[in-house]
């Protein structure tokens, strides 16, 4: 489903000695918000600061876009140990917790929506 509904939006990359080693799909969800759609990162370049480097080329590709506000879901701290690090993850690149929604996607996996300000442009 992700590829599918990725195929027309704004893709980052990042590569490591020309390979590739992770991404970051744009969605814009207003005229004030881009959204991290989806986002990943091979595991073994995990902690390398990789990942950073994508969250600061979106976030600077958003402002440039004119947009206010980023935003990210995730699955709600608690329920699978990886995603408490994705959780943890985006705490530590200033986005803040605004709403869960439990049963957005299903009742096993709830729904944390994060979001930053960006400044306005």
Not at 9 to 17: C, G, R, T
Not at 65 to 92: C, H, M, P, W
Request: glycine share 6%; hydrophobic share 40%; with cysteine.
């Amino acid at each position: 489903m992700y590829i599918q509904e990725s195929l027309d939006k704004v893709f980052l990359a990042v590569f490591v000695d020309d390979s590739p080693a992770g991404f970051l799909v744009m969605k814009e969800t207003s005229k004030y918000c881009a959204e991290i759609f989806v986002m990943g990162l091979m595991k073994k370049y995990h902690r390398l600061g990789l990942g950073s480097l994508l969250i600061k080329a979106f976030e600077d590709l958003a402002r440039s876009l004119s947009f206010s506000y980023a935003q990210v879901k995730t699955v709600k701290r608690g329920i699978y140990e990886e995603y408490n690090k994705t959780n943890d993850f985006y705490k530590a690149m200033g986005y803040k917790e605004l709403e869960c929604f439990p049963s957005l996607w299903d009742e096993n996996n709830p729904c944390q929506l994060y979001i930053k300000y960006l400044g306005e442009k």
